[in-house]
Nanobody, 113 residues
Framework: QVQLAESGGGLGQPGGSLRLNCTAS????????MGWYRHQRELVAAITNYGSTNYADSVKGRFTISGEYTKNTVFLQMNSLKSEDTAVYYCAAGLGNGQYDYWGQGTQVTVSS
């Protein structure tokens, strides 16, 4: 079992920045990929345990996903925020079977002036 705990988020201004954190606990050695979803279906960004990343077209050049593996934590740095970035962001972890198997509770991001 893997547990995911998100933090960060909150209120950001258009053009501003926010950072989301996701810390995994439990059977972390089984995780092969971690990602951030929003609107429950849109994969915003993902990073594998080899460091490969991919991004949704809507966030390329603005968002950066990274990992601090010694702390089992993945970050999502969100820059140049837009109102359409407003959403609940969910951290997810996959075990290498082509799907995400574990989910966090979600953290609200609101972009508004």
């Amino acid at each position: 079992q893997v547990q995911l705990a998100e933090s960060g988020g909150g209120l950001g201004q258009p053009g501003g920045s926010l950072r989301l954190n996701c810390t995994a606990s439990g059977s972390v050695d089984s995780i092969s990929v971690m990602g951030w979803y929003r609107h429950q279906r849109e994969l915003v960004a993902a990073i594998t345990n080899y460091g490969s990343t991919n991004y949704a077209d809507s966030v390329k050049g603005r968002f950066t996903i990274s990992g601090e593996y010694t702390k089992n934590t993945v970050f999502l740095q969100m820059n140049s925020l837009k109102s359409e970035d407003t959403a609940v962001y969910y951290c997810a972890a996959g075990l290498g079977n082509g799907q995400y198997d574990y989910w966090g509770q979600g953290t609200q991001v609101t972009v508004s002036s």
